[in-house]
């Protein structure tokens, strides 16, 4: 499965998340507010995050996996399309190493 890698950085009222998120290539949930929309009761998943406070203040804190609530979030900006990649390898269960959850 093709997925679009999207560097993209995330505000909620208290942290600034900065990440990859993982898009399909095309159709359904191929753009990020498609995507944002989808999940508003969810979790979006991001990989190479970097967290701080809205305010700057304490250190930043860097997590190879970080899930942010979709209802928390304030703003959504994509920074870089990192182009996109082949994701067919399995994962830990057996499946693809991501996919966005059913519609």
């Known amino acids: 499965m093709q997925v679009r890698r ?3 950085q995330i505000e909620t009222t208290r942290h ?7 898009l399909p290539t095309e159709g359904y949930r191929s753009r990020t507010t498609d995507f944002l929309n989808a999940h508003d009761t969810g979790f979006i998943a ?3 995050a ?4 809205v305010d700057g203040s304490g250190d930043s804190d860097h997590h190879e996996f970080v899930a942010v609530g979709a209802r928390h979030v304030t703003v959504l900006m994509e920074l870089e399309d990192l182009g996109t990649m082949d994701d067919s390898r399995p ?3 057996g499946g693809p190493v991501s996919a966005p959850p059913p519609g």
């Open 6 to 8: 999207v560097r993209v």
């Open 91 to 93: 994962g830990p269960l």
């Open 16 to 22: 600034r998340v900065i990440g990859i998120v993982q």
């Open 46 to 48: 991001l990989t190479d």
């Open 50 to 53: 970097q967290v701080s406070t």
